[in-house]
């Protein structure tokens, strides 16, 4: 799904909860999530308040906007929801990780725990 650039200037310009919100409805309705991977293709973390984040985004196009601030080399993976929770969950469970849902440009977005992410977005799921 592409993102037009007058969608993008809306959803950026929202609170981090709505973004949060967009988020869910769009990741239920694609199946799809896109993180960032350092050269070494290993996931791009970030530090706040002595937590680990993992930031998340519903489209390439979102992404691409935090390509910067040492991020700048990263690249963009789309992430199937299955992969998701086959691979990344025991990752973040296991790290205690946080993940940071739709950050903008260098702004930090929704942060929430793996377990009420996957309540919300199950939640977002049951509507389809």
Same mark, same amino acid.
């Given at each position: 799904?592409?993102?037009?650039?007058?969608?993008?200037?809306?959803?950026?310009?929202? @609170?981090? $909860?709505?973004?949060?919100?967009?988020?869910? =409805?769009?990741?239920?309705?694609? /199946?799809?999530?896109? +993180? !960032? #991977? *350092?050269?070494?293709?290993?996931?791009?973390?970030?530090?706040?308040?002595?937590?680990?984040?993992?930031?998340?985004?519903?489209?390439?196009?979102?992404?691409?906007?935090?390509?910067?601030?040492?991020?700048?080399?990263?690249?963009? @993976?789309? $992430?199937?929801?299955?992969?998701?929770?086959? =691979?990344?969950?025991?990752?973040? /469970?296991?790290?205690? +990780? !946080? #993940? *940071?849902?739709?950050?903008?440009?260098?702004?930090?977005?929704?942060?929430?725990?793996?377990?009420?992410?996957?309540?919300?977005?199950?939640?977002?799921?049951?509507?389809?």
């Amino acid at each position: 799904m592409k993102v037009n650039k007058i969608e993008i200037v809306k959803v950026t310009s929202l @609170k981090p $909860i709505e973004r949060y919100q967009y988020f869910l =409805k769009r990741v239920a309705d694609s /199946e799809i999530i896109f +993180i !960032l #991977l *350092n050269p070494n293709d290993e996931y791009v973390l970030s530090e706040l308040d002595g937590n680990i984040l993992l930031a998340f985004w519903s489209a390439k196009e979102y992404a691409e906007l935090c390509q910067v601030d040492g991020w700048e080399n990263s690249c963009i @993976k789309e $992430i199937s929801l299955e992969i998701f929770t086959d =691979k990344m969950i025991d990752f973040i /469970e296991k790290n205690n +990780i !946080l #993940l *940071n849902i739709f950050p903008v440009k260098d702004k930090t977005g929704f942060i929430v725990s793996i377990d009420e992410f996957a309540k919300d977005l199950y939640d977002e799921l049951d509507k389809y």
